[in-house]
């Protein structure tokens, strides 16, 4: 029986690379996306809902599917504040994981960060840490946490920073080879690819794809 997914974020550099894919899965019959925004697609599987994410629980009936892919995330700079940034990639997060988890969602798949530790001195990545740990305690029969280095690929708001990060590493990824793998860039569609490859895995527990393993592709 084909199965329905569940995609936040679907208008970021991984989303806009995951959405296509779903939607051409012979896995899936319905492909839900929910956001403040609706894609501009046309497609017989796609079913968009278009809400705040701070009113998840208003729409919640509209959010049962099997696999749930979240690829929510921003940056202090462009969150404005440590408390709009923890909103995004926390809150929503967690909460959204807990509403699917209540409509009864086998998989979860959320994009983290490299590095990603509750315990860390670094503000954004302590916040992911705590994310994790939070995902984790949601009923799902899987769980798959993805973290990537920097990503590479087009955004709707370009980073400057990571930008011109992205230009010295693509020099630099080939160089970057056994230990120094994990620090290669990834490009979006590669997390994609695999968010999907892990989903169609149907294994169970939780999994932690670190970016070495991305960076393989």
């Not at 208003?58 to 709009?84: H, N, P, W």
């Not at 503000?123 to 994310?131: L, P, T």
């Not at 939070?134 to 280095?149: D, E, G, K």
């Amino acid at each position: 029986m084909q199965k329905t997914a569940l995609l936040t974020g679907a208008t970021g550099l991984i989303g806009v690379q995951l959405l296509p894919l779903l939607l051409a899965s012979e896995r899936y019959a319905k492909v839900v996306v929910v956001g403040r925004k609706a894609v501009p697609i046309l497609h017989p599987k796609l079913v968009q809902v278009t809400t705040e994410l701070d009113k998840l629980e208003d729409v919640r009936f509209k959010l049962i599917a099997d696999d749930v892919y979240c690829c929510l995330g921003t940056t202090m700079k462009q969150a404005g504040s440590k408390e709009a940034f923890y909103k995004v990639d926390f809150l929503y997060v967690v909460k959204l994981a807990a509403l699917a988890a209540g409509n009864f969602a086998s998989q979860f798949m959320v994009v983290s960060s490299m590095g990603a530790d509750p315990e860390s001195r670094i503000y954004y990545s302590r916040v992911k840490g705590e994310m994790e740990d939070a995902v984790r305690q949601t009923p799902f029969r899987a769980i798959h946490i993805f973290r990537p280095s920097l990503l590479l690929g087009e955004r709707s708001q370009p980073r400057l920073g990571e930008r011109i990060a992205a230009v010295l590493l693509r020099v630099l990824n080939p160089l970057l080879r056994g230990p120094l793998l994990k620090y290669r860039a990834v490009p979006g569609a590669t997390v994609a690819a695999a968010m999907l490859r892990a989903a169609e895995d149907d294994g169970g527990g939780v999994r932690v794809h670190e970016s070495a393993e991305l960076a393989k592709g």
